[in-house]
């Protein structure tokens, strides 16, 4: 998931995955808003779901790998 594109399914907004790491048994992603003002906007922390087919982030849809 390092440096994808997720868009959040509530407000259409792109996200850039700028860290995963696992705490005890669960896996989180910090996730920062796609934007020019990005780096002054906070991180939003993210559980990963993990299935057969995969991780995924509740609430988001992959879009494409970052090109940033």
């Known amino acids: 998931m390092w440096r ?3 868009r959040n399914d509530t407000d259409g907004q792109d996200y850039l995955v700028t860290k ?3 705490e005890v048994f669960t ?3 910090l996730l920062r ?3 020019l003002s990005a780096p002054d906007v906070a991180t939003v922390r993210v ?3 993990k299935s057969a087919e995969g991780a995924s982030l509740p609430g ?3 879009t ?3 090109a940033f």
């Open 4 to 6: 994808q594109v997720w």
């Open 20 to 22: 995963i790491y696992s």
């Open 27 to 29: 896996q989180y992603a």
């Open 33 to 35: 808003p796609a934007g």
């Open 47 to 49: 559980k990963v779901a």
């Open 60 to 62: 988001y849809t992959f």
């Open 64 to 66: 494409q790998e970052g």
